[in-house]
Each structure stands twice: as structure tokens, then as C-alpha cells.
């Protein structure tokens, strides 16, 4: 019997071994390389996209949006910083015309305030802003609504106000979107002083010669008398009364044109707000010099009620 053995297997030379390494070494360097590529790729489509939404008009809109909503909890809170921080470094007016509505607001102490921003018209006012302020004082049965326009300018990622002003009104639109509240309102003109007592303030121009303090103890009694007649009709907790000369009489809380009556026929005590609609008449302009009585800024004369 013939035994036969099956022949041995082939040896792999050490030039085909040689070429397998490197084939698998170029493959997983082609396989990380893919990865690093792609990797890249991803960031940079990601940083596109960060770009291009910093620079969009709907990222613009919801910064001025918080941008307000921070200004809004800036003055609730006493927050001068805080109010002015947005406002463009180089609008020395507007800066100092903020400070003034700050120190105003602040004396008013309102329970209420908000500010809402939106573009108003991208496509012909790509660098305004339509803000509407919700206010409410003491004085108020309710909330007021005015509109204002700001304009803006975009600094990396912020948006900073470099105007604020009362809504001009394009195509009408002032007008409906005011609710309340009517236009020149004193705080957003000229620079005031108060003093406050048993829920009533008396507020004057600081350039003016009234010391609120001398009127506070007639308006408390007269805010007591009015409140005992206001019975159980719609009531705010408190009065606001503001010393005008004139001319702010004829314009403060007004429409923006002065009353036609002729010089010292016009009461000398106006509502801001009309009692039918807005119940509690919290709001008053008083004007202490009468034209009637006194002549239009002279001083009042001795024993007269002038002034």
C-alpha cells in the first residue's frame, strides 16, 4: 500500500506581504482623510449658515425684539445702564434724550411697561424699527398703547438704536395702532421734577418756576374730594397732575396741533384722557397761570390764585 501526502501549501513570498500592508495602510489613511474631509465640510457649511442668519432681516428683528423686551425690564427695575445699553455710542442726543424719559418714567413709577419692536417695511425702511409701548401709571384705569420708530444699525451681532422717535404715521398707520394714549406727552419732552403724596403726583418742567411740592397739598385735597364724587364708577389708585405753561397746555396729551380757542378763553384745567371712554379722569394738565387772569407768563400778582 502506497501512502501518498497532500503537498505542502504555497509560502507567501515577502513581496506579496510587503504589498498587502501598504494597500491596507492607504486605505485606512484614504478612509480617515474621507473623514476629516467631511468633518471640515460640515463646520464650514455650519459657520455659512451662522453668517448668513447674523446678517438675515428675521435675526435682526428677534435681536431688536429682545433688545426692547430688555429695555422694558431696564426702567421697571431702575436700571439706567441697563436702558441705555443698546443705544448707539455715537448718538450723544438720543443718549441724553433717553436719560431724560428714564428719570421722567422712573418719577411715574409705572406698574406697566413694555416695549414690542418689528420691522415696520423692510422693503422701504430696511433700518426702522415699528416699537409699540404698553404703559400703564397709577393714574391709568388701564393700559395705554403709543407707537415709536426706531432706527438702527447692526454692529456684529447687536443691534444698536440710533434713533427714537414718536411714529411718524406712514400711510395712516399711527393712528391705528395707537390705542389710548394720544400724542406729546410730557415725559418724552421736557426734562421733569415731582412730589408725590397720598397716591397723588404733581409733576412740573424743571425749567419751569412751579415747585411741585408747593401744588401737593391742594391736589391731595382735591384728588380726595373727586374720588369721594367718583362714587363706585371705574377708579385708578391714583392722580397725576402736570404743571403746564401755555403752550404745553395747548399740546401736552393733544394730537400735535394746539387748540384753536383764543388766548384766556380755555379752562385752565384740561383731562388728558377722555372721562366717557377711560372712566377715572387720572390725568390732568393744569395750567396755573390763566391767561385770563394773569397775562400770558407773567408772574401772578400778590393775593391773586395765579401761579
Known amino acids: 500500500m502506497i501512502e501518498t501526502q497532500a503537498p505542502p501549501p504555497p509560502q507567501r513570498s515577502r513581496a506579496g506581504l510587503a504589498v498587502g500592508i501598504v494597500l491596507l495602510v492607504f486605505a485606512v489613511l484614504g478612509a480617515l482623510i474621507a473623514v476629516i474631509i ?64 428714564f428719570a421722567n418714567l422712573r418719577q411715574l413709577a409705572p406698574p406697566v411697561f413694555s416695549l414690542d419692536a418689528s420691522y415696520f417695511d423692510r422693503g422701504t425702511h430696511p433700518n426702522a424699527l415699528f416699537v409699540q409701548q404698553v404703559l400703564q401709571l397709577s393714574s391709568d384705569v388701564r393700559p395705554t398703547r403709543n407707537t415709536f420708530e426706531w432706527n438702527f444699525r447692526v454692529a456684529g451681532d447687536r443691534v444698536l438704536i440710533t434713533r427714537a422717535e414718536a411714529f411718524p404715521g406712514y400711510g395712516g398707520l399711527t393712528s391705528d395702532a395707537d390705542s389710548g394714549a394720544t400724542r406729546n406727552v410730557p415725559w418724552d419732552s421736557v426734562a421733569l421734577r ?25 391736589a391731595v385735597r382735591a384728588a380726595g374730594l373727586v374720588r369721594s364724587l367718583w362714587m363706585n364708577r371705574p377708579a385708578a389708585p391714583g392722580f397725576s397732575v402736570f404743571l403746564a405753561d401755555d403752550q404745553q397746555f395747548a399740546t ?5 396741533e394746539k387748540e384753536k380757542a383764543p388766548l384766556g378763553t380755555r379752562s385752565s384745567v384740561r383731562w388728558s384722557m377722555p372721562t366717557a371712554r377711560s372712566g377715572w379722569p387720572g390725568r390732568t394738565v393744569l395750567c396755573p397761570v390763566p391767561a385770563k387772569q394773569c397775562g400770558r407768563n407773567g408772574p401772578p400778582a400778590p393775593g391773586s390764585s395765579c401761579g
Not at 429695555?71 to 445702564?81: P, T, V
Not at 415731582?194 to 391742594?218: E, F, G, K, N
Open 38 to 101: 467631511q468633518a471640515d465640510a460640515g463646520a464650514r457649511a455650519k459657520q455659512a449658515q451662522r453668517t448668513s442668519a447674523s446678517h438675515s432681516p428675521l435675526d435682526v428683528e428677534r435681536v431688536a425684539q429682545a433688545v426692547a423686551g430688555k429695555r422694558a425690564k431696564a426702567l421697571l427695575a431702575g436700571d439706567e445702564q441697563g436702558w441705555l445699553a443698546d443705544l448707539d455710542p455715537a448718538a450723544s442726543d438720543l443718549i441724553a434724550a433717553e436719560k431724560q424719559r
Open 194 to 218: 415731582s412730589a408725590t403724596a397720598a397716591h397723588v403726583t404733581v409733576l412740573a418742567p424743571v425749567a419751569s418756576r412751579w415747585d411741585p411740592q408747593t401744588y401737593l397739598p391742594a
Open 252 to 256: 401736552w396729551f393733544a394730537s400735535g
